[in-house]
């Protein structure tokens, strides 16, 4: 069982155009065949009988690419054989005998090359149900019906050469090998490997060409199997025509075809019996749909090469409108339009209508690769392990700014903190309506934490100075991610505190309550590094866990602890004045480290702890930010 399971391959019937069963371009996947949802594939399926050809072997397709270009010759021969027939039984005759020879060889390969059952999307690899479909098909019959060299065959049995006009109308059935550079068109239009505006803009050029081609062909014909050479389109300007160069009357029917499809008609040649004059109405009736169908296709490839620049054009207009009806400053208008100028031009880089489709493993490992490195230069984030640096890269989301814009306020509600990837940014406040600078960030830098982290409103204002990238992460996702190593948010919390206490006396002054805010977190590590001395404690934990007992998430360290305001004296009726005496304070881990600072603040030990309404608290989970607690 062991065995079966190592040998089993991952996508049971993966027939790529590489047939070694090994994928050595992933973009390989998307043409292969894959089994339908619920279809049962065992071993048997992996490997194709002898004697039998995957349709997506690279060597059938170049087989088949090959043929392609043969079909190419096919697709001019046949119309300019039954206008010339003298070149259809000179040089040509020959040529012609080798490309059937290969369209006959073609057909004998068409009987071991596997095929798609429709019903399972299996590959069906029994040489009799191949057989039976193909030749019971109508392309067997046609294929064969193009392949016959009907002329050949004939002089074989008669020994005479016959250029009657019956021959020039079989070889038209070699036509039907156009089906082969239709699927080549479409096979390479869903190839990333090429160009899909080049693809087709050469298939437009195909279609032009051929009919082009056969349609000067056909008018010829009518010219020279006509009763009276010189009443015809061509007889009336060259004398003869009939035994003149065969590359003569091919100039004169290409550019004749070439101005009636292109409706300049200058009137040098033009129809003169009545079975030209038909044959020209029903060229042009058809010269309308070929024109429709090739502006349709040019005007849907270059307008969708331009949409995105419509889109854009469209929203700096909505935005000149709305400033304008709404009286905005000149510079703001500058950085909304800034802004909307650097979403565009940096879509191509974000993509991130592409990303949202792709799975979550992928994405994450895209982030992994273009931000790690960045995260792990960071001060908040130094000495954490590795499995957290992976989390966090992989919700965080990347924004570009252009230059002198906002990217925090002054006093706005802290949501999100920042890194920056690449650029510069200023730290600024505002005094007394006044601008000052503080400092300025460079790559690896963080903005925003410390609002984050203290819970408060962002204490300064971050400006771009030149384009700047970062990286940002909702305070939500470090909450959830942080508490579930209690390594890592010790870490984070000592290298924060490390990080404020070297920050400039100017910065700090903006800082409301840091004293207590930083003394508070102090009590929270210090309390979280003492908690390994106590021998008792551990062993408390162990116990507890061995006996089905969820440890409680009080032990654990919150990187953004809840704030509460505390009290030291039992809840009075007079709340309004109960609410404005007490002390706004980090909540802690644990109940006893919340007496400890509350004999700290108070400086008498409390054994008690009530809500407003009188109700004691139990667990500090159950709190919530702003609560009013009192400690007696």
Not at 168 to 180: A, D, I, S, T
Not at 472 to 483: E, G, T, W
Request: charged share 20%; hydrophobic share 40%.
């Amino acid at each position: 069982m062991s065995s079966w399971s190592e040998t089993r391959s991952p996508l049971p019937l993966l027939f790529r155009r590489h047939s070694s069963g090994e994928i050595k371009n992933l973009a390989s996947v998307s043409s292969s065949l894959l089994p339908a949802f619920g279809t049962v594939v065992d071993e048997g399926h992996l490997r194709l009988k002898k004697y039998v050809i995957a349709p997506y072997d690279y060597r059938y397709r170049w087989w088949q690419t090959f043929l392609v270009v043969l079909v190419v010759y096919s697709a001019w021969a046949s119309p300019f054989e039954l206008a010339f027939r003298k070149a259809a039984t000179g040089s040509l005759l020959i040529v012609d005998l080798v490309v059937d020879f290969f369209f006959a060889a073609d057909i004998i390969f068409t009987f071991f090359v596997a095929y798609l059952d429709k019903s399972t999307y299996l590959l069906v690899d029994d040489h009799k149900k191949i057989a039976l479909r193909y030749v019971t098909r109508l392309w067997f019959t046609m294929d064969v019906a193009s392949t016959l060299p009907f002329q050949f065959i004939y002089r074989i049995f008669t020994g005479q050469l016959h250029d009657g006009r019956v021959f020039g109308f079989l070889n038209l059935l070699r036509l039907w090998r156009l089906r082969r550079v239709s699927e080549l068109f479409t096979r390479l239009e869903k190839d990333i490997r090429f160009s899909y505006f080049i693809t087709r803009l050469s298939k437009l050029i195909c279609v032009t060409l051929f009919a082009v081609h056969s349609a000067g062909c056909f008018y010829f014909y009518l010219a020279a199997h006509h009763k009276m050479p010189e009443n015809t389109w061509i007889g009336s300007q060259v004398n003869d025509f009939k035994h003149r160069s065969i590359w003569l009357g091919y100039t004169y029917s290409i550019y004749w075809s070439i101005v009636t499809l292109t409706t300049v008609g200058y009137g040098d040649l033009h129809a003169v019996n009545t079975g030209e004059k038909v044959f020209n109405m029903l060229y042009m009736l058809f010269n309308i749909g070929l024109t429709a169908y090739i502006i349709g296709n040019m005007t849907n490839l270059i307008v969708h090469s331009a949409v995105r620049t419509l889109f854009m054009r469209n929203a700096i207009n909505e935005i000149l409108r709305y400033g304008s009806k709404n009286r905005l400053p000149e510079g703001l208008r500058e950085q909304m339009l800034a802004h909307m100028q650097l979403r565009f031009k940096t879509a191509e880089l974000q993509q991130e209508e592409v990303l949202e489709d792709l799975p979550k493993a992928i994405r994450s490992s895209i982030s992994q690769h273009l931000f790690r490195g960045t995260v792990e230069k960071t001060y908040l984030f130094q000495g954490v392990s590795v499995d957290l640096i992976a989390q966090m890269v992989s919700e965080m989301k990347a924004e570009y700014f252009p230059p002198k814009v906002e990217i925090i306020l002054q006093n706005e509600i802290p949501t999100d903190l920042y890194i920056v990837v690449s650029g510069a940014v200023d730290v600024l406040i505002y005094k007394n309506g006044a601008e000052q600078f503080l400092t300025k960030l460079g790559s690896a830098d963080m903005a925003g934490e410390i609002g984050v982290i203290f819970n408060i409103p962002q204490p300064f204002t971050v400006r771009t100075k030149r384009l700047s990238q970062v990286i940002r992460l909702s305070h939500h996702h470090l909450k959830q991610m942080v508490p579930i190593d209690h390594g890592d948010g010790k870490k984070i919390m000592n290298n924060f505190i490390q990080y404020i206490k070297g920050l400039k006396q100017e910065m700090l002054d903006e800082l409301p309550f840091f004293t207590e805010l930083l003394s508070d977190l102090n009590i929270e590590i210090t309390g979280q590094n003492e908690e390994p001395k106590n021998s008792q404690a551990p062993n408390s934990r162990i116990d507890a866990n061995a006996q089905g007992t969820p440890e409680s998430s009080n032990q654990l360290p919150s990187l953004i602890p809840v704030r509460v305001i505390i009290h030291g004296h039992p809840p009075k009726t007079n709340t309004k004045k109960d609410e404005t005496s007490g002390k706004l304070i980090h909540l802690p881990d644990s109940i006893e480290d919340l007496f400890k600072l509350a004999e700290k603040k108070f400086g008498t030990r409390g054994s008690m702890i009530l809500m407003a309404d009188g109700s004691q608290v139990e667990e500090l989970n159950a709190l919530r930010e702003n609560d009013h607690l009192f400690i007696f």
